[in-house]
């Protein structure tokens, strides 16, 4: 192997001052001959995993020495390139050896929303403007982090025969009413990027529609303060009937008041219990939808009782629990809603 050279910044280190370092009997030659053999050597070990250590001459000529540090530097310099170098080789080579394709991730799967449909009662191949199969779906995509699918769900519905444009309206508005709601359930920034899928889907795949939906303004605006919290604390009680007052105190205790305060008025007295396009059922079946998907089980089993307590039949429960295990078995995603602690679900069957 050739000597290395060096880097400009150590150009004339041995320099001028270099004899003054040297002791009477040594001469300048003689030292630096004895340095660069020593650098030499080391360089040549550094290839071979051989410890790097100076002859005993070496130490005692250079010890103590500005030259000494300066050259010190300069062999810590060409040991960290060679480590460097051979660190470099052995990346390169074990990204060249061979190495399994990337599997694909949950977001690059496409759904097949025509078996998602046939998993609730009676709507299989019969999807219409009060359909539940599209409103649980919706929840569950956006519950497993799948907010672009939302506009896919649109492109299938959006593609059926049997949706005239009336129809079609409906369906978009519950869509973007269940992406409304489930917001404060799933994380509010999903909630704003399953509405703007939704909107694109609309605006590539439905124009004919705009000019109607771009006409919708708020439903909640309007409404007096003293009329939220009323329909808050009525619809919080529809849910949990006799257990109401137990929650909230709970609730209220964990917080210093705060969460059952902004439960009954923020979550369901201004945006859950508006109800003129999610009915009670459908909001309910819908939050116990966002926590099954989501593995939570003691709220799921609130919402679950919720449903039975607001009219939902044990099928339609059933085939929710189906449908949101079925996205999650098409997106290859665990299975929710297992254990111990899901055993409530059984109750449905007997409902």
């Known amino acids: 192997m050739r000597t290395p050279s060096f880097p400009p910044r150590f150009k004339g280190i041995l320099g001028k001052d270099f004899g003054k370092c040297l002791g009477p009997t040594q001469s300048v030659s003689r030292t630096v001959a004895a340095a660069s053999f020593t650098f030499r050597r080391g360089y040549n070990q550094l290839g071979t995993g051989t410890a790097v250590v100076p ?7 250079m010890s103590d020495s500005k030259a000494a540090l300066r050259l010190r530097a300069i062999q810590g ?4 390139k060679a480590i460097s170098s051979a660190a470099s080789s052995s990346s390169s080579a074990s990204s060249s050896s061979s190495s399994p394709a990337p599997q694909p991730t949950s977001q690059q ?7 998602l449909a046939s998993l ?28 672009p699918a939302v506009g896919e769900l649109w492109k299938y519905i959006n593609g059926l025969n049997n949706c005239d444009q009336t129809t079609r309206v409906t369906i978009a508005r519950r ?13 509010f920034p999903r909630g704003i990027n399953s509405l703007s899928s939704l909107q694109s889907s609309i605006e590539s795949n439905s124009p004919d529609l705009l000019p109607v939906l771009s006409k919708d303004t708020s439903m909640r605006a309007p409404v007096p303060l003293e009329e939220k919290l009323k329909r808050g604390k009525h619809f919080f009680s529809q849910i949990y009937s006799n257990h109401t007052d137990r929650i909230l105190a709970n609730m209220g205790k964990s917080s210093g008041g705060d969460l059952s305060d902004f439960a009954i008025r923020s ?35 609130g919402h679950f009782f919720g449903c039975r307590n607001l009219g939902a039949t044990g099928q339609q429960v059933l085939g929710a629990v189906e449908l949101v295990r079925e996205i999650a078995r098409q997106l290859g995603l665990d299975r929710p809603g297992n254990g111990d602690h899901f055993g409530f679900l059984a109750k449905a069957e007997t409902w």
């Not at 310099?77 to 960290?80: F, G, R, S, T």
């Open 267 to 301: 979550v369901y007295g201004e945006l859950m219990g508006e109800m003129r396009i999610l009915n009670p059922m459908e909001t309910v079946m819908m939050e116990f939808v966002c926590c099954l998907a989501d593995d939570v089980a003691p709220q799921a089993k």
């Open 175 to 187: 869509i973007r009413e269940c992406c409304l709601k489930a917001s404060v359930l799933v994380g």
């Open 120 to 147: 609730m009662p009676k709507e299989a191949n019969n999807t219409t403007a009060t359909s539940l199969w599209y409103v649980v779906a919706t929840a569950a995509l956006l519950s497993f982090h799948q907010e």
């Open 77 to 80: 310099h060409m040991q960290n």
């Open 55 to 61: 002859n005993r001459r070496a130490r005692v000529e």
């Open 109 to 115: 799967r496409s759904l097949d929303f025509s078996a």
